[in-house]
């Protein structure tokens, strides 16, 4: 069974910085494309980044461009979120996604996998007020 636990949130006065971390268990996060969502009360959830496997392409949601940077280490199984200058707007529940897997291997052979899964975290509460 996968789960993901994320930690990091909380209140950061405007232009600040937060750093989300989402740690996995039961799955190779390598494997997996990883993404971080966002939801704010009334509104939809909207992905905000995400890192693709395997090549580990990221892509963001254009208000979140230049300011956010999805990371991941693979041998701590865990993916990141480095927020700077962090706007108002930018309060909601943030939310990790594993999305797989995209392939997996036995032995050297490595095959694509054409099964996968959706996995979320529980969220974790970003605010950013002065």
């Known amino acids: 069974q996968v789960q993901l636990v994320e930690s990091g949130g909380g209140l950061v006065q405007p232009g600040g910085s937060l750093r989300l971390s989402c740690a996995a268990s039961g799955a190779t996060i390598s494997t997996y494309t990883m993404s971080w969502y966002r939801q704010a009360p009334g509104k939809e959830r909207e992905l905000v980044a995400q890192i693709t496997s395997p090549n580990g392409n990221t892509n963001y949601v254009d208000s979140v461009k230049g300011r956010f940077t999805i990371s991941r280490d693979n041998a701590k199984n865990t993916v990141y979120l480095q927020m700077n200058s962090l706007h108002t707007d930018d309060t909601s529940v943030y939310y990790c996604?594993?999305?797989?897997?995209?392939?997996?291997?036995?032995?050297?052979?490595?095959?694509?996998?054409?099964?996968?899964?959706?996995?979320w975290g529980q969220g974790t509460q970003v605010t950013v007020s002065s």
């Open positions: 996604n594993a999305y797989g897997p995209s392939y997996y291997c036995s032995g050297s052979v490595c095959y694509d996998s054409s099964i996968r899964h959706d996995y």
